[in-house]
């Protein structure tokens, strides 16, 4: 008798979904690190680089007192009894934890809450939007959520009804987006970035890619955009984002605008406006753009990946329609209440006057410059390596090299029935131990080939990377000169 489950008899949609920033060269390299633990000298080299995925604290990045202190708090009240707690904690986190469980019924960070989140939470990040952007924001517009993920495929659940149903996604992407499309039985509509242009996003691109997918009976339901980008670190001009905030109206399409990113901006000419504040100074309200605003406690300077914190925040969608996202949201119960109270805290950080704020502000400022530091040094790194060229790292955690292959490392890869950027991060990967993503796994033109590589490791690793990856590079395009 055949097993009940085989791969040809589980959902097909679950085979053709991909997520490569853990996918085989991650195992790969898994199991390296496994090796490595039992034996040493098994390779040649000590450890792991792992710069495939945005996990700051995984690679060493300590996480932001004040927000901790408070969660600390939260989760064991009975301290906020004891006089020893005001020798241990600052004045601000107490009274923030005292705050935050007058707000949680039954001050219980372990009961489920509200399916959009605790209200007084939800009450303190659209103040710390309305501060960001100017403009007016609605806690009841505000669905936290685990992480910004469970978000978009909420979204994608509610957009997406067959696969006549287009999504314009932008390439390369994140492939959180090309995998909840696939799930949810959906069609991924690509527009691509330009690359010579710094990654531009060019409307006539998207006004192309539109009608090419109108020509094949597809229905474009929305338009993702990621800004600060990701996997490419582009931060769009607030001309740009004027651009698509009207195409989107022109063309009745949603703007799924993920801003996980709006933080990680390195650049001294370029500043993160949010989607919503650009619609908003345009005159454009709540019946003029259907918008979903992603956030997440996961980037920024915080890096909490592990607590599962965010948020999106919907405007311009009719009551009828809300009651099937809240009725969405329920089926889940609630996001966790750790990651509710961080996004609470990433959102409403220490002001001016508080006693954290000094302390707050010199880790938040010590992150944010050394990865600015970082993301240059590699920069300059991949553009002196032989064929291979690095826009400028503006934000975000990433940069995306674009890598000319010689002729016969294509071939060697084909023999080996992987992608050519595949074959070159297998090879690097064990040879130094530095774990980069092919760039296939996030979309690029055709007959390019890249890599994203994370700008995460620690400071004084960062020479190492570089050691080692020269090196790499080097026998590997004298191994395969034309």
């Not at 085989?6 to 390296?32: D, F, H, M, W």
């Not at 490595?36 to 390779?43: M, Q, R, S, V």
């Not at 961080?342 to 001016?352: D, F, I, N, R, T």
């Not at 010590?366 to 993301?375: D, H, K, T, V």
Request: aromatic share 8%; charged share 25%.
């Amino acid at each position: 008798m055949a097993p009940p489950v085989t791969v040809n008899s589980i959902n097909p949609k679950v085979i053709e979904c991909e997520y490569a920033v853990r996918g085989e060269i991650v195992i790969l390299a898994q199991k390296l690190q496994e090796e490595i633990k039992a034996k040493p000298a098994a390779h040649p080299f000590e450890e792991i680089l792992y710069c495939n995925i945005g996990n700051p604290q995984s690679l060493g990045q300590q996480p932001i007192t004040f927000f901790r202190e408070v969660l600390a708090l939260c989760d064991h009240p009975s301290l906020l009894d004891r006089s020893e707690t005001h020798v241990l904690f600052s004045k601000d986190s107490i009274q923030r934890a005292w705050k935050i469980l007058d707000q949680i019924p039954g001050r219980a960070t372990g009961a489920y809450s509200h399916s959009q989140g605790v209200k007084g939470l939800r009450d303190a990040i659209a103040a710390g939007i309305e501060a960001r952007d100017g403009f007016p924001a609605d806690p009841n517009d505000i669905f936290l959520t685990d992480g910004a993920s469970p978000a978009v495929h909420m979204m994608m659940q509610l957009l997406i009804r067959s696969e006549n149903d287009g999504i314009l996604c932008p390439i390369p992407q994140y492939p959180l987006y090309s995998a909840s499309i696939a799930l949810h039985g959906g069609t991924l509509v690509p527009y691509y970035l330009d690359e010579a242009t710094g990654w531009g996003l060019e409307v006539s691109e998207l006004k192309k890619q539109l009608e090419a997918a109108k020509s094949k009976g597809i229905d474009v339901r929305a338009l993702v955009v990621i800004n600060p980008g990701n996997p490419t670190g582009q931060v769009l001009a607030e001309e740009n984002q004027m651009e698509i905030v009207k195409f989107c109206k022109e063309e009745g399409l949603v703007l799924l605008a993920d801003e996980v990113y709006q933080e990680n901006v390195y650049v001294p000419e370029k500043k993160f406006h949010s989607f919503k504040k650009v619609s908003r100074s345009m005159g454009y309200g709540e019946k003029d753009i259907h918008l979903v605003s992603f956030q997440s406690v996961s980037k920024g300077y915080y890096g909490e990946c592990g607590k599962r914190g965010g948020y999106m925040e919907i405007t311009g969608f009719g009551a009828d329609v809300r009651e099937h996202i809240y009725k969405l949201a329920s089926v889940n119960l609630c996001s966790n209440i750790s990651g509710q109270i961080l996004a609470s805290l990433v959102m409403s950080p220490p002001k001016v006057g508080d006693e954290s704020f000094e302390s707050y502000s010199a880790e938040r400022d010590g992150i944010l410059s050394s990865l600015a530091r970082r993301a240059k040094t590699l920069e300059d790194a991949f553009n002196k390596l032989e064929g291979v060229t690095c826009n400028k790292a503006e934000g975000a955690m990433y940069l995306f090299p674009r890598i000319n292959l010689p002729a016969k490392a294509i071939k060697a890869a084909g023999e080996a029935r992987t992608a050519p950027d595949g074959f070159y991060c297998r090879r690097l990967l064990t040879e130094t131990g530095i774990v980069f993503v092919p760039g296939s796994g996030f979309g690029q033109v055709p007959g390019t080939w890249h890599f994203r590589c994370t700008i995460l490791p620690q400071e004084e690793k960062i020479p190492a990377v570089v050691t080692r990856l020269t090196d790499f590079h080097e026998r590997f395009m004298d191994e395969f000169r034309d």
